[in-house]
């Protein structure tokens, strides 16, 4: 599992097996989908940001993590001009 996790496409690919058996992602690979760093992993499950690891809202979380990240980068780009 951790060789095809380490892949975009065999993120994917972990990502549809788990959904057709309707089983939460591993924590490591629902921290990889949302580019946590490993040793951020403990803090994030402790505020809940992982509490369902269902494939489904590991992929929204980390639509929206990606959105607040570039909306950061956006406005850091506008203060320093």
Partial sequence: MRFLSSSRPGRWVVWAVYKVLNKP???????????????SVEQVLETGALASLYPDDVLEAA????????????RYEEKSR
Avoid at 25 to 39: K, S
């Fill in 63 to 74: 639509r929206r993590m990606d959105r607040q990240r570039r909306e950061h980068d956006e």
């Fill in 25 to 39: 992602l591993p924590v490591p690979h629902a921290a990889e989908w949302m580019m946590i760093p490993e040793h």
